[in-house]
């Protein structure tokens, strides 16, 4: 070990920005690098019930999980993409399903054919392109396969999963590999008076925590990030005005659906998570337009089954902490910024965090140049992901309730106009490549949302391929390979069923 490596890390805050950050530390490290984690039972975890996007399968295999055993673990289910109902219009349901559109017939995206061929009165929604808007909508599941030249190559999943449980899971992972859990409340936190370093965390029994850097996962109250090194906010509640969630979880008595389904209300939206053994459901709303007790006798009101604990009340303030990393300190999951669950961006963002964290690892100077590209593309990350959730709320036709006037006639940042210019015009999407969501995703909420292009592309006429035959072709295949799998309650319960619990 060099002289000016860490020798400790401290994490300050468990639940599943911790431990997934312990669980990755753990299986990195092999040298003589310590790492404590260090939270109080006492004080509660933010995790209700969790919904996930497909980069998730990633971590898990860096780690080597095995996929069923975490799943009967987590009492987890699959998820091909999220329904969205009222949102463009009240009595209007769309599906930003995982993987793309069709399969390639042409240097031309799919959907452009689909564009023209709608210019000509073809009615098929885009949906029916792809498999997994078609097997979600079924309730059949299957994990894709390899071969690039089956249709089932096409789709992706993610998972639905407890988050206090997938926490355990992986704390005793790292636990085995050497991570030392410390229970307890911290206090005060000490400082170099020179540098303005981190040197240790005191909890309220004035035992001391010393590391040479820290890791805060300490939840929306950002103990280190802001408390100690005040680092500032960047609000973003202008364009994500949403500032309150309720959260229940009820008896598993509906659909077993391998999707989760955000319901847009007068106030907010609601989500519904299927796992198995229970359902989670969550409010969440803009506290300007819809009062706490209101809100929660709405969420129970429209519950799958009866209700498994009493309403679990979120505050938060959309946006993102200036500096993600501050001197000798990284913030990691809501300590680091939040952005609503609508496109469940959570738990990956705390695992891009850990990922940007391993590349730029620092030894105990913290070179501030690390530090820069640390916070620029954290920064980036946090921006796109953000705009994609603006256009959600702000494509709507929707004019019966205030916080839908108030979205669809909000200035929006000038990249998201850009985009949706592009897209208006032509039907073409402007993505940079590093973005966590692509074409596919833009596209399903474009069309989703009734932001309809003008036209579709020149070339697509200057083409001399027989598009009609493809295109009905892949509709007959994609709807032939979704019937063909079975049930998402029969995949689970051969695969990866979850023990009985009481």
């Known amino acids: 070990m060099g002289e000016r490596s860490l020798r400790n890390i401290a994490i300050v805050g468990g639940g599943t920005a911790g431990w997934m950050t312990a669980a990755a530390l753990a299986q990195t490290l092999q040298g003589e690098c310590r790492v404590v984690l260090v939270e109080s039972d006492a004080i509660g975890t933010v995790g209700v019930g969790e919904a996930t996007i497909p980069p998730l399968k990633l971590f898990n295999a860096r780690l080597g999980i095995d996929e069923n055993d975490f799943l009967r673990h987590t009492q987890g289910s699959f998820k091909l993409g999220i329904e969205f109902v009222d949102w463009a219009r009240r009595g209007h349901r769309y599906l930003h399903p995982f993987g793309q559109f069709g399969a390639d017939f042409d240097v031309i995206p799919v959907h452009q054919y689909w564009l023209k061929a709608r210019s000509e009165g073809h009615e098929a929604p885009l949906g029916e392109y792809s498999l997994a808007n078609v097997a979600a909508l079924k309730g059949r599941f299957q994990r894709p396969v390899r071969d690039r030249r089956m249709v089932q190559s096409t789709f992706d999943y993610a998972y639905h999963l407890d988050a206090g449980r997938y926490a355990a899971f992986l704390r005793a992972y790292a636990e085995q590999r050497g991570v030392t859990r410390v229970e307890g409340r911290i206090g005060t936190v000490r400082q170099d008076p020179d540098s303005g370093f981190i040197t240790a965390v005191v909890l309220d029994d004035e035992r001391r925590v010393e590391a040479d850097f820290f890791i805060d996962c300490s939840g929306f109250r950002g103990l280190l990030i802001e408390q100690t090194l005040h680092t500032g906010y960047e609000d973003w509640s202008h364009w994500l005005p949403c500032d309150r969630a309720v959260a229940v979880p009820c008896a598993a008595d509906g659909p077993f659906t391998p999707h989760t389904r955000a319901t847009a209300h007068d106030a907010g939206w609601q989500w519904r998570i299927p796992l198995q053994h229970r359902t989670g459901n ?114 709507t036709e929707r004019d019966d309730a205030a916080l839908w006037r108030y979205c669809a006639n909000m200035p929006i940042p000038d990249e998201l106009q850009y985009r949706i210019d592009h897209f208006r015009r032509y039907g073409r999407l402007v993505t940079d490549q590093m973005e966590l969501f692509q074409n596919s995703n833009w596209l399903a909420v474009h069309i989703g949302q009734f932001n309809w292009p003008q036209r579709y592309d020149p070339l697509v006429d200057e083409r001399g391929i027989d598009w009609r035959a493809r295109l009905a072709g892949l509709r007959r295949v994609i709807a032939a390979a979704a019937d063909a799998m079975p049930t998402h309650a029969e995949y689970v319960r051969t695969h990866c069923r979850a023990p009985k619990t009481a």
């Open 282 to 395: 969550g409010y969440v709303y803009c506290s300007r337009f819809a009062a706490d007790d209101a809100a929660a006798a709405l969420l129970l009101d429209r519950l799958d089954g009866a209700p498994l604990a009493d309403p679990l009340f979120l505050r938060f303030t959309a946006g993102r902490r200036r500096q993600a990393w501050n001197r000798n300190c990284v913030a990691i999951g809501l300590a680091a910024g939040f952005l609503e669950p609508l496109e469940s961006t959570s738990i990956h963002l705390i695992q891009t965090a850990i990922t940007r964290l391993l590349a730029l690892f620092p030894d105990r100077d913290c070179d501030p140049l690390l530090q820069r590209e640390f916070n620029r593309v954290t920064a980036l990350e946090y921006e796109r992901i953000r705009d994609f959730l603006v256009l959600h709320y702000h494509a």
